[in-house]
Each structure stands twice: as C-alpha cells, then as structure tokens.
C-alpha cells in the first residue's frame, strides 16, 4: 500500500464546487476540492472535511493520486509551525496589525500566538503599542479563535484514544466554542453523544481520573440505564 502523505499550506482557491462550500452546510462535513500553497509547491486537495476558509492555514493526510493532487481523509486547521502562527494572527487581526503583533515579539509568531492563547496580560502588554489595540480587540480575537478551531482542538486533543472527526464535530455543536473548559472539568459529559468506552479510556488516562471517581459511577450508571432502554426494558434491578 502507498505511504500516506501530510501536506501543509494555505487554501488558496476552491475547486469544487467552484462556488465554494455550501453555507448552510458549514457545521457539517462536506466533499471539498481546494487549492493549497505549500512550501514544495501547489497542491489540489479532495476530501471530506468541515469547510476551511481561503487563508487558512492546514495540514491534509492521505495519498497521492498524482503529483500534484491529493485525496485526503482528514484535514485540520495548525498553527503549530512559523507559518501557520502567521497566518492564524492574519486571519484573527489582518495583515498589517499581525505583523506589529509578531515585531512585538521580536518576529517570533509562534511566540506571539502562545500569548495570545495562553498568557493575555504578556500578549496585551505586547501588543500595547499598537494604535486602537485593546482588551476588547482582544477579546473579539480570542472568541473568533475558539469557534473557528474548536472542533480541530477536540479532535488532537482525543486523536490517539480512536475518536473520529465526525465524533468531535459532534461534541463541538453540542458543547460549543467552550467545549475543552467543560470537558476539563467533567470528561464524562461527552458520554452523551459518543461511546462510553471511549470517552471511560479518555478519563482515566488523559485527566488521571479515579476509578470510583463520582462522575465516572454517574455516568456508568446513566450508560447502563440507557443501554437497557434501547434494549426494550422499563426498568433495572437495583442489583445491576
């Protein structure tokens, strides 16, 4: 079998549909031709993914149909290289305030953009010589981050326990842009919309949570429940 392939670059234009993606199908996974700009040259991309946007900055996974084209099964937004620090700040505060944001730092974007996400009172003094720059830029910035990344978050974070794209898509609509806060304080909430198994696997080895920990005994005892309606019952033996 091939070897897969990783590519990352910028989305330059979309092929299909040459409109672009469907808007009313923007929180929904969609077959997508793109564009990318990459540092060995451009790439067309074909795959299943939530919709970028021109200017992203992403990272495509699958084979080479040709040199030059791509059919990807996963696509994610990163911002975790000099690039892609770039063109996230680009995308949050323009082109022109980005790169006094990242002089702040010395040129540095992927400095910039760890304050930015992680330390506000660094990225704000950073950023203080920046005419008509403050907390409320700031803010408006760090929402839009968190609803365009959201569901690529969720689905790094939780990659190596087995959950799909489709899953994380799931929790991100049902949880919404604040979904890693709530998930850090009780994993099992997303017991609700993906397998118990696997969100269990996620809570004792990702957050180190006890085996007798309330929440996970609440959440079991709401799966067996469940589990028994689905199966036809009215009820269960205390027993169970």
């Known amino acids: 079998m091939d070897k897969k392939e990783k590519l990352r670059g910028t989305v330059e234009w979309f092929l299909y549909p040459k409109e672009g993606p469907d808007p009313d199908k923007i929180d929904q996974l969609q077959f997508l031709g793109f564009k990318i700009k990459t540092r060995k040259g451009q790439f067309a991309c074909f795959g299943k993914c939530v919709a970028p946007e021109i200017g992203d900055y992403v990272e495509v996974e699958g084979y080479l149909e040709s040199p030059d084209r791509l059919q990807f099964d996963l696509c994610l937004r990163v911002d975790d290289d000099e690039d892609g620090a770039k063109a996230m700040l680009e995308w949050l505060f323009g082109i022109k305030t980005s790169a006094r944001v990242i002089s702040g730092f010395d040129g540095d974007a992927l400095l910039a953009l760890d304050a930015f996400k992680n330390n506000e009172d660094l990225f704000l003094s950073k950023a203080k010589h920046i005419r008509r720059f403050g907390y409320k830029t700031y803010c408006k910035a760090k929402t839009k981050y968190e609803d365009h990344i959201g569901i690529d978050v969720i689905y790094r974070e939780f990659r190596e326990f087995g959950i799909s794209i489709q899953q994380a898509l799931k929790l991100y609509l049902k949880l919404g842009p604040t979904c890693m806060d709530k998930i850090e304080e009780n994993p099992y909430i997303m017991a ?4 118990f198994s696997l969100v269990d696997d996620i809570a004792l080895h990702k957050y180190n949570i006890a085996i007798d920990d309330p929440r996970r005994v ?22 169970r």
């Open 192 to 195: 609700k919309w993906v397998p």
């Open 218 to 239: 609440y959440a079991g005892a709401i799966r067996c429940i469940n589990d028994a309606q689905a199966s036809g019952h009215c009820y269960l033996n205390l027993s």
